[in-house]
């Protein structure tokens, strides 16, 4: 179980980000973080995993205390923690086999991975789960060389490769179209639930939210403004989080701008370095 006890998070520039956030999540519960641009989302899900430092407050991973570990004992908490990316944050120039197999570099360590010496059951474990997204023929392609949808199937099975207690999930479907953000969706809640992971999705498509996650939690200013059910998202409960609004129509969002066959976007920097750091995705 994850729990937030008090989190807060106040930017350099004076921005209170978050406010006194208390949340759980139970293992097995498929939970959509919903709200407004600079609600406090994506700071929430990056303060779980300490890419982001909060000022005060908690964060308890089945009874371990995350918050104030240091160094090593950071890396070795955030073996636990899985996270998919609304950029995909591969590295392109591997292959579909080499980015998913990254997931075990909090466990085999930079330069083994850099030489590729990966056990036999990383390997295998690797190919079971390519399969199950529907990517094993295309093992040895180039992350460059794949469509939007197929880069987040293969951020999936890299974030389950870790064999992670808790998933985060930052937009995975902002930018693809409708139709494969459905699959992507149902994807990550099936094998989440397979697995019995907590799981927390930071999502702007709210409609989608509610078609397929256990619980809704609506932020507002850094605030939790709603925790409930999909089927409780109300017209007034709608207007709470995001302000006044018409949501009587289901006007397109615009969300969605990139087909399942360009998936062009590139993730700036080097995602290995970053893993090898502690920070996986």
């Known amino acids: 179980m994850l729990e937030l006890k008090q989190l807060s998070k106040r930017y350099a520039t004076g921005d209170l980000a978050l406010n006194g956030v208390d949340l759980e999540v139970p293992a097995g519960q498929?939970?959509?973080?919903?709200?407004?641009?600079?609600?406090?989302?994506?700071?929430?899900?990056?303060?779980?995993?300490?890419?982001?430092?909060?000022?005060?407050?908690?964060v308890m991973l089945d009874g371990e205390k995350l918050s104030g570990l240091r160094g090593g004992k950071l890396r070795l908490a955030r073996r636990q923690i899985g996270m998919i990316f609304q950029s995909y944050a591969l590295v392109e120039r591997l292959s579909v086999m080499e980015n998913v197999l990254s997931g075990r570099l909090g466990y085999?360590?930079?330069?083994?991975?850099?030489?590729?010496?990966?056990?036999?059951?990383?390997?295998?474990?690797?190919?079971?789960?390519?399969?199950?997204?529907?990517?094993l023929s295309m093992l040895d392609k180039r992350g460059d060389a794949l469509s939007?949808?197929?880069?987040q199937r293969v951020g999936i099975a890299r974030a389950l490769m870790q064999q992670p207690k808790l998933l985060l999930v930052d937009e995975p479907t902002a930018s693809l179209d409708?139709?494969?953000?459905?699959?992507?969706?149902?994807?990550?809640v099936e094998l989440c639930r397979e697995q019995n992971l907590a799981v927390i999705i930071n999502i702007h498509d709210v409609a989608l939210a509610?078609?397929?996650?256990?619980?809704?939690?609506?932020?507002?200013?850094?605030?939790?403004v709603f925790d409930g059910r999909p089927d409780e998202l109300t017209e007034e409960t709608l207007t709470l989080i995001y302000g006044e609004e018409d949501w009587s129509t289901d006007a397109e969002?615009?969300?969605?701008?990139?087909?399942e066959e360009s998936g062009d976007e590139s993730e700036t920097g080097d995602p290995l370095n970053n893993i090898a750091k502690g920070a996986h995705p």
């Not at 973080?33 to 005060?56: D, F, H, Q, W, Y």
């Not at 085999?108 to 990517?135: H, M, N, P, T």
């Not at 409708?178 to 990550?188: A, F, G, H, V, Y």
Request: proline share 3%; aromatic share 4%.
């Open 108 to 135: 085999i360590g930079f330069w083994r991975s850099l030489l590729r010496k990966y056990d036999s059951a990383d390997i295998k474990q690797a190919c079971e789960l390519l399969d199950r997204v529907g990517l």
């Open 178 to 188: 409708p139709k494969t953000s459905r699959q992507i969706m149902r994807l990550i």
């Open 148 to 151: 939007g949808g197929q880069k």
């Open 253 to 259: 969002d615009g969300e969605h701008g990139e087909d």
């Open 30 to 58: 498929v939970l959509a973080l919903i709200g407004p641009s600079g609600a406090g989302k994506s700071t929430l899900i990056r303060c779980i995993n300490r890419l982001v430092e909060p000022i005060s407050g908690t």
């Open 210 to 224: 509610q078609q397929f996650v256990d619980r809704v939690v609506g932020l507002a200013a850094g605030e939790v």
